[in-house]
């Protein structure tokens, strides 16, 4: 396996600020964990050609985030010629320009429990999200609203792709885990307070219970959160969702995964 594992982004080239605006080419390999060898052997070719004159040039940046997945960051008047030369390597079989994500979501609870929305036929039956853990990336949560504040439990927080180890408090009252990204996001939620609305969305409990019609879908579920956002406003998405977002909510327990947010393409994309 590579002497630098994929989801710690092995990275080629330094990141810069380019002249003109930058794009991201994601490129999927035909190769899997226990043939990953084969790549390991290039990686280094590959970067060394990309960032020739010709191709990228020396502002380009080439990392490896997971097993089948190369990203590479470009000069949006290089983007061409580089897919050009990406789509005649061998191990290549899939390159797309990665589109722009922005936060997407605006629908409260009842209306997915009734027709006109007036209704919550769902807490009715008894669903209210008992034992259940939901994960969420998003702009940051305000875990000091009443509607996931405990008073008597500290969050967990955390940073590092993939599952981090340590980090969860089963015993708060909503947020079992808060999990941030190095460099690329913090643990706040002050601008807009999109990631704050999306998860009061999902499983807004407050207390005291006075708040009660704003309460969310699932108010007796829990969060594991993962903040996205260096800013509260524009977002930042890991290389590969399947290896450096979703398995620290999935080793904490959640089966859901919510993301209220996307891009302007209709494509399906190697994010989606």
Not at 37 to 60: A, N, P, Y
Not at 104 to 116: C, E, R
Not at 211 to 227: H, I, L, M, Q, R
């Amino acid at each position: 396996p590579p002497s630098s594992p994929p989801g710690q982004n092995k990275t080629g080239g330094d990141r810069r600020w380019f002249h003109n605006p930058s794009v991201v080419i994601d490129t999927l390999l035909g190769i899997t964990e226990t043939t990953a060898w084969v790549f390991e052997e290039i990686f280094d070719e590959w970067v060394e050609t990309l960032r020739e004159e010709s191709l990228g040039g020396s502002q380009v940046e080439v990392r490896w985030p997971s097993w089948d997945k190369v990203v590479i960051v470009t000069d949006s008047t290089r983007e061409d010629i580089i897919m050009e030369w990406l789509s005649v390597q061998p191990l290549v079989y899939w390159i797309e320009e990665r589109p722009a994500f922005a936060v997407k979501n605006k629908f409260a609870s009842k209306a997915i429990q009734s027709s006109d929305g007036t209704r919550t036929k769902l807490w009715e039956k008894g669903l209210l999200g008992d034992n259940e853990i939901v994960g969420c990336a998003d702009t940051g949560l305000d875990h000091d609203s009443c509607f996931f504040s405990d008073d008597t439990e500290a969050v967990e927080v955390c940073e590092g792709v993939g599952a981090v180890p340590n980090c969860v408090n089963m015993g708060h009252r909503k947020v079992v885990s808060y999990r941030y990204f190095d460099g690329k996001s913090d643990t706040l939620d002050t601008k807009w307070g999109h990631g704050t609305h999306v998860v009061g969305s999902i499983l807004g409990n407050a207390e005291p219970s006075n708040w009660d019609e704003y309460t969310g879908a699932a108010p007796n579920a829990k969060v594991s959160f993962d903040d996205i956002s260096p800013d509260g406003s524009s977002l930042w998405v890991t290389d590969d969702l399947n290896v450096q977002l979703f398995p620290h909510s999935y080793e904490i327990g959640a089966r859901l995964h919510s993301n209220s947010w996307g891009s302007t393409t209709s494509h399906y994309t190697a994010t989606a």
